[in-house]
């Protein structure tokens, strides 16, 4: 079983510690640059002109202006995506909700629905750079 010794990679330690504050952090801070700069290599390679003629014959002739249809399109999908998310956020907030976010909290303990599995490293790492966890 190699879990532990996964997350003890990962972690660098046996626990949330500054190395793995200072881990995720980096990659927090890194990781949208990485991938803006991923997402403009691929516009590149896509709109390479004569990217996809191996012959070299020109085909301009069969090129149909497509933008503002294309354009269009994206723009009404992205709206309509809006109005549903702002449809959601303000007629219906506690839709998606967790009815454990009403009880009242313990500061004395954690709560018995948090587990301590990795995919609350960034929940631990948070609280561990609070200083004083009483004072806000």
């Known amino acids: 079983y190699i879990g532990t010794n996964l997350v003890e990679w990962i972690w660098g330690g046996f626990s949330v510690d500054k190395a793995t504050l200072t881990r995720f952090f980096a990659f927090h801070f890194i990781l ?3 991938i803006t700069a991923l ?3 691929h516009l590149l390679f896509l709109h390479e ?3 996809n003629n ?3 014959i020109p085909s301009d002739t069969d090129k149909i202006p497509f933008h503002p249809y294309y354009t269009i ?3 009404l999908g992205a709206m309509l995506l ?3 998310l702002m449809l959601l956020v ?3 907030p506690d839709l998606l909700g967790d009815p454990d976010n009403y009880t ?3 500061p004395l303990n954690t709560p018995p629905h948090i587990k301590p599995e990795w995919y609350f490293l960034f929940a631990y790492a948070i609280l561990r750079s609070i200083p004083n966890k009483l004072g806000g």
């Open 32 to 34: 949208p640059f990485i």
């Open 39 to 41: 997402a403009m290599v």
């Open 49 to 51: 002109t004569g990217s």
């Open 54 to 56: 191996p012959t070299g």
């Open 73 to 75: 399109k994206d723009i």
């Open 82 to 84: 809006i109005l549903a």
């Open 90 to 92: 303000l007629f219906m």
């Open 104 to 106: 009242p909290a313990n």
